[in-house]
């Protein structure tokens, strides 16, 4: 049995201990559907006893030098290293990634964590000149003091992790709510590795909790000053909404429909590779997937032969399986979705030149030509195994159709003139585009986020350092200061 299946409990002031609800989870396999463990879920008063816990071993926290920070900080990367099978094991188990994709997400998370074991020695301040005759001006950089996390289904031990550990190397509390399909690895397996680290009792906590229980109060106590929440545009549109009633701080990453542009003089076999990766990694679970591939038609018809032969040839299955490359959907409602996004792509006139089926939560890929921009598959993103494929004639005319969305995440274009091609990108809106590669990307020292319907804020690197402090400003009038309305001394009184 795997080692982390046994954290089905909530973690809570430094406890490991089961949820006051009457209510429980099952948490089961995306591929069989067997159960793996199940929650007895929290209640609002194990919630509020969570964000107590944080805000009182956050001042513990603080007074912790910062070396030793970096050093309880650097303690979780090795526990992730000499745990990396069973870590593995378990993104295959509980969310059904492949053996690539959690590969892929447990380099991730480990990056991360490195670049936030060098928050402690980055929380500088600044000696700044006043106006004011003897005054000095000092700036200090300070933890916000707690931070709500809650965290997605499809890449949860990294998207966990992306907001956790900055917020923590930063000097914060944390209170994280992991997506019900991924408690652990999204949740109490992000405990275990701080725990093991020896962080202080109570400054991370974990929370499984029924929303219909807790209502907006994860978001809305008192206590956390910035939730940082990454998910669907509609949750995301509800908890910008909460926190900012409650005048804090949301950090929103929510969804894209990204655009990924093949000009003419592309190495279209190199673009090829780049298009498949885009769209088909982790199922096409991910946030910067290429929605809309878009071709000059004078490759448009090649493309497609090469895009369709090569995609029919993906291997769809069991997730434990070293050959797989497309695993299932995370849950039978991401399936049926799908499968009502992919009917309506049809029924609007979309061409599927290779029609996905589905078994259970197993879903094979569909692939829409001739695509015309206004339809609902090129508007709407397709979160699964699907994609569009569309042609244009001009560089204006892709730009366009590529701004022709309500999201701006990610984005890429293929060009064998570089300059050009990073020209053109700033004419797309979008929090990222990348030059002859894939629309998927993410790096710790880079600032991560969207514009438009994708989201608020910046994460990773000193981007993250700023969304999870604060500046505090204390002045030092080092003489005496005139002040209007001074009563004049009365001689021989």
């Given at each position: 049995m795997n080692q982390f299946a046994a954290l089905n409990k909530?973690?809570?002031?430094?406890?490991?201990?089961?949820?006051?609800?009457?209510?429980?989870?099952?948490?089961?396999?995306p591929y069989n559907g067997k159960p793996i463990t199940e929650f007895k879920l929290a209640t609002l008063a194990?919630?509020?006893?969570?964000?107590?816990?944080?805000?009182?071993?956050q001042k513990v926290w603080a007074a912790v030098?910062?070396?030793?920070?970096?050093?309880?900080?650097?303690?979780?990367?090795?526990?992730?290293?000499?745990?990396e099978g069973d870590i593995t094991d378990m993104i295959i188990e509980e969310l059904g990634g492949t053996r690539l994709k959690a590969f892929f997400e447990i380099g991730l998370v480990k990056n991360i964590i490195k670049e936030s074991a060098t928050f402690p020695l980055r929380m500088t301040g600044e000696i700044l000149p006043s106006t004011v005759e003897g005054k000095e001006n000092r700036l200090y950089r300070i933890p916000v003091g707690v931070v709500g996390v809650i965290s997605p289904f499809n890449f949860p031990f990294f998207l966990s992790m992306r907001s956790v550990a900055p917020a923590l190397g930063a000097g914060n509390g944390v209170v994280l709510k992991p997506h019900d399909d991924t408690a652990i690895t999204g949740g109490t397996l992000v405990a275990r590795?701080?725990?093991a680290a020896g962080i202080p009792k109570g400054l991370l906590n974990v929370v499984i909790a029924d929303i219909a229980e807790i209502g907006n109060n994860f978001v809305e106590h008192p206590i956390p000053r910035v939730i940082s929440f990454t998910g669907s545009e509609g949750v995301g549109r509800r908890i910008g909404e909460s926190a900012g009633r409650c005048l804090k701080k949301a950090i929103l990453e929510l969804g894209g429909n990204s655009a990924f542009i093949i000009l003419p003089d592309a190495d279209l076999d190199y673009a090829l590779n780049a298009a498949v990766f885009s769209r088909f990694t982790h199922q096409g679970q991910?946030?910067?997937?290429?929605?809309?591939?878009?071709?000059?038609?004078?490759?448009?018809?090649?493309?497609?032969?090469?895009?369709?032969?090569?995609v029919s040839g993906l291997k769809v299955g069991d997730p434990r399986d070293p050959q797989t490359d497309i695993g299932p959907l995370m849950n039978k409602a991401q399936a049926d979705t799908l499968a009502r996004q992919i009917q309506k792509g049809v029924d609007e006139g979309a061409k599927p030149v290779l029609r996905g089926k589905a078994e259970g939560n197993l879903v094979s890929p569909t692939i829409f030509a001739d695509v015309q921009p206004e339809m609902y598959v090129a508007q709407n993103e397709l979160f699964g195994p699907a994609v569009c494929v569309?042609?244009?004639?001009?560089?204006?005319?892709?730009?366009?159709i590529a701004n022709n969305s309500p999201y701006g995440l990610s984005g890429a274009i293929h060009t064998r003139n570089l300059e050009h091609g990073a020209e053109l990108a700033k004419e797309i809106d979008s929090g990222m585009i990348h030059v002859n590669d894939g629309t998927i990307s993410d790096e710790p020292t880079i600032a991560f986020g969207g514009e438009k319907a994708s989201g608020i804020g910046r994460l990773n690197g000193r981007w993250a350092l700023e969304e999870f402090t604060t500046l505090k400003w204390i002045s030092v009038?080092?003489?005496?200061?005139?002040?209007?309305?001074?009563?004049?001394?009365?001689s021989g009184s």
């Open positions: 909530q973690y809570i002031g430094g406890v490991w201990r089961d949820g006051a609800s009457q209510k429980t989870l099952t948490d089961r396999n194990d919630l509020d006893a969570a964000y107590r816990a944080a805000a009182a071993a030098n910062p070396f030793e920070k970096r050093a309880i900080l650097e303690k979780a990367i090795t526990f992730v290293e000499q745990n590795i701080f725990e991910i946030c910067m997937s290429a929605n809309r591939i878009l071709v000059h038609r004078s490759l448009y018809q090649q493309f497609l032969e090469k895009y369709v032969q090569r569309m042609p244009f004639d001009t560089e204006e005319e892709a730009i366009a009038q080092r003489t005496h200061r005139h002040y209007p309305f001074e009563v004049a001394e009365v």
